[in-house]
């Protein structure tokens, strides 16, 4: 552990490590080596590093290795593929084969050395890249990609040899994208489309062709990263790279797995501080999925749930099904801020509104009513007899005339209202030609969103293929389920970014008082005993229950005279996990009778189990409250992760649970108790009193503390149960379980 006494490591010492070049790559920020100002007090980056990449995707020059002209060799449509690319882009392409003078008519150069000029990057069609990287080096090339499989997605051989592959880039001083990737890359952008676009990061080619069709739809792309394995360039830095271009108004991705859950949430801080939106369908939720995706990529997928949880604390908007990915991205992209919150639900049918409506509602959608005067507005143009609350209900024959952009003009001049949507569950021209037309004719003239639901299977109408699809106003989707999941994403996303505080500007640098008077505590590779585990919680400032550790019968007496009757006592030692199993706790002892044959009881099971004690707990009883569990756990892709949830048995019967991953401010850790099932709990039941959770979350922030500062010397640590008291009162820790590393 990190006390000297140990022979081991001190925190300075620990960043230190992490800063030299031996250990792992030197972080580094803002383009330069990290120094002290940008690590936090475990020495991790708190900044992401945003890799220039234009030479990457606009190079001046380009070297294609192994290029081939010959027919039938599948290297010959991948160079006449990369020469149409490189035209597209105005750059220069030279051939690079030993045997060949040209290729295509283009002059050959028979290796990298005999290049006519240094190129930004090269195009690596063979089947081994590694011999190749030093030569990319001496030519001082910036990027290379890497076609070629057989690394780790094939297993523990394939994964050492991408290890050496990843170990030469680095001294080699490029940037790879791949290996085991592809020409999506080089793919055809239409640049005849406006707008803001979306940039495209996939790890599986194949899954961003839908986004990549929606061109077809009038939907802007201007990127697209196949990250293959990522041996180098990753997810991470094509996010962060994507978030300062500002042609790009959404970030599309599909992750089977995160290289480094650090450099993940960094560039989604990133993205989060520009406002950027970034979509994400991450596999793996299931046992069956994390193992898929694991065969195909090489990589960890992580704990699920501490992935969804890490992604919603930076404003990942996570998707489950392409089509979702392709409608969000779509719509986050193109959709100007809300101007209210409100949603109004437009239809001819008040069958199609009520059943948009609820589920709409049940997603969470607002769904105001209309105020009196603007529902007496809109019966000048509507029966009386149909409801205009909200959802709103035409009637049908008011979409044929001139009332009809009335009404949509109308609902969309309340202050209130900053959504339209408006379902056409299937065509019936002319009418549904005339109400396509009023609302793209309205989205013109206004800065709030109108969505369209066209529900015919056919999509080949003009009033869709034409009218709605040839508007970059109106947001036009198939499904009322991707309409829903879309504009909730949207007013999410905005709600998040405006009060958006990036937790890494606050996080810790320097080693705390506390850390210190932790050192001679920790014992590497064991488990505390109750008492150390509960000196740990003292030292940082959480609250433990009155208590004296005591070795005999007599001082167990005189322990409970001190901390006053009634007494829990509790066999205390390092072996000791699950107290309560093995009878090792006696609670409301009220004499000193019972609290001699408490002593004797609890000694002679520790001797029967065979099980070593430091001594036995007279602990203070403290009855009224809400048990809760507050815990640190080691991640293998984020590293310690903080968790608070329903305590004592609950937590495993309901495994009511929120997870963090530090940093983190406040107002994550009161956003965890809001995820609870059972945070009614909190608020008082069945006549009980409200409890302070004000100081439960501080004892959730103190517990973010230890996890930044012990996280790499804590595999496990849990408070359970933290009895939170009622309003007022505080919070008491009253057992602890703590395993070091």
Not at 133 to 160: D, N, Y
Not at 165 to 180: E, T, Y
Not at 197 to 226: C, D, K, N, Y
Not at 656 to 676: I, K, N, Y
């Amino acid at each position: 552990m990190l006390g000297s006494t140990h022979g081991t490591l001190t925190t300075d010492s620990r960043r230190a490590r992490v800063i030299a070049c031996g250990e792992q790559p030197s972080p580094v920020v803002h383009g330069r080596p990290a120094d002290v100002d940008d690590l936090d007090v475990s020495g991790r980056p708190l900044y992401a590093d945003v890799p220039d990449l234009d030479r990457f995707f606009r190079p001046e020059s380009v070297a294609v290795v192994g290029a081939s002209d010959a027919e039938g060799r599948p290297n010959t449509g991948i160079t006449r593929q990369l020469i149409a690319w490189a035209e597209r882009v105005g750059a220069r392409l030279h051939p690079v084969h030993p045997t060949r003078q040209s290729v295509f008519g283009i002059p050959c150069s028979p290796s990298l050395a005999d290049l006519p000029e240094q190129v930004d990057l090269a195009v690596l069609l063979v089947g081994d890249p590694l011999p190749v990287i030093g030569e990319l080096a001496e030519a001082k090339v910036k990027f290379a990609v890497a076609f070629a499989s057989g690394f780790a997605e094939t297993g523990a051989e394939g994964a050492a040899a991408q290890a050496h592959l990843a170990a030469a880039v680095r001294r080699a001083g490029l940037r790879l994208l791949g290996p085991n990737t592809n020409l999506n890359a080089f793919e055809k952008f239409r640049d005849d489309l406006d707008g803001p676009a979306i940039a495209l990061i996939t790890q599986s080619g194949h899954q961003g062709r839908p986004v990549f069709a929606m061109q077809e739809l009038g939907v802007r792309l201007s990127h697209w990263a196949p990250t293959g394995n990522e041996a180098d360039l990753e997810t991470a830095d094509f996010i962060s790279y994507f978030s300062e271009q500002p042609e790009i108004g959404a970030i599309a991705c599909y992750v089977e797995g995160l290289k480094d859950g650090r450099s993940f949430l960094l560039a989604a801080d990133r993205a989060a501080r520009r406002g950027v939106p970034v979509v994400a369908v991450k596999v793996g939720r299931t046992e069956t999925g994390a193992r898929t995706a694991a065969s195909h990529t090489g990589k960890l997928t992580g704990a699920d749930t501490v992935v969804d949880a890490a992604m919603r604390q930076y404003g990942v908007i996570r998707v489950d099904g392409l089509d979702e990915l392709q409608d969000t991205a779509a719509l986050l992209a193109r959709a100007r801020a809300p101007r209210a919150e409100g949603v109004v639900v437009y239809s001819i049918s008040g069958g199609t509104g009520a059943h948009f409506a609820d589920l709409a509602t049940a997603a969470g959608l607002p769904l105001p009513n209309l105020s009196a005067p603007k529902q007496a507005e809109l019966h000048q143009w509507i029966p009386e007899y149909l409801s205009v609350t909200n959802p709103v209900d035409n009637g049908g024959h008011p979409v044929g005339d001139w009332r009809g952009r009335k009404i949509i003009d109308a609902i969309l001049a309340d202050p209130e209202v900053g959504v339209l949507i408006c379902p056409i569950t299937g065509p019936f021209p002319p009418m549904s030609d005339k109400l396509a037309q009023d609302l793209v004719d309205a989205a013109e003239q206004t800065d709030k969103l109108v969505c369209v639901v066209w529900g015919s299977p056919v999509g080949t109408e003009a009033a869709y293929r034409e009218t709605l699809l040839g508007s970059s106003k109106v947001a036009t989707f198939r499904t009322f389920a991707n309409c829903i999941t879309a504009v909730g994403a949207y007013l999410d996303h905005h709600r998040f970014v405006a009060a958006y505080r990036s937790p890494f500007d606050e996080a810790p640098r320097t080693p705390s008082p506390s850390f210190r008077k932790t050192q001679a505590l920790m014992r590497p590779g064991q488990q505390l005993s109750e008492h150390a585990a509960k000196q740990l919680l003292r030292a940082y400032g959480i609250r433990v229950p009155r208590e004296q550790l005591v070795t005999s019968a007599a001082a167990a007496v005189r322990a409970a005279s001190l901390v006053g009757y009634p007494v829990v006592m509790k066999a205390s030692g390092a072996q000791i996990a699950h107290k309560t199993e093995l009878g090792l706790v006696k609670i409301g002892l009220t004499s000193a009778s019972q609290v001699r044959d408490a002593y004797r009881e609890l000694t002679d099971i520790a001797r029967y189990e065979g099980i070593s004690l430091d001594g036995v707990l007279v602990c203070q009883m403290v009855e009224r409250g809400v048990e809760m569990v507050v815990g640190v756990t080691h991640d293998q892709l984020f590293g310690p992760t903080v968790t608070v949830g329903l305590g004592g048995v609950l937590v495993e019967v309901l495994r009511d649970a929120a997870v963090r991953v530090p940093p983190f401010g406040e107002d994550q850790a009161r956003g965890m108790l809001g995820e609870l099932r059972g945070r009614a709990l909190l608020e008082g039941v069945r006549g009980g009193p409200p409890v302070d959770v004000d100081a439960l979350v501080e004892v959730v922030m103190r517990v973010q503390r230890m996890a930044l500062e012990l996280g790499d010397d804590i595999a496990e640590l849990d408070i359970n149960p933290l009895m939170v008291l009622p309003r007022g009162q505080g919070a008491v820790a009253l057992d602890a379980l703590v395993v070091c590393r």
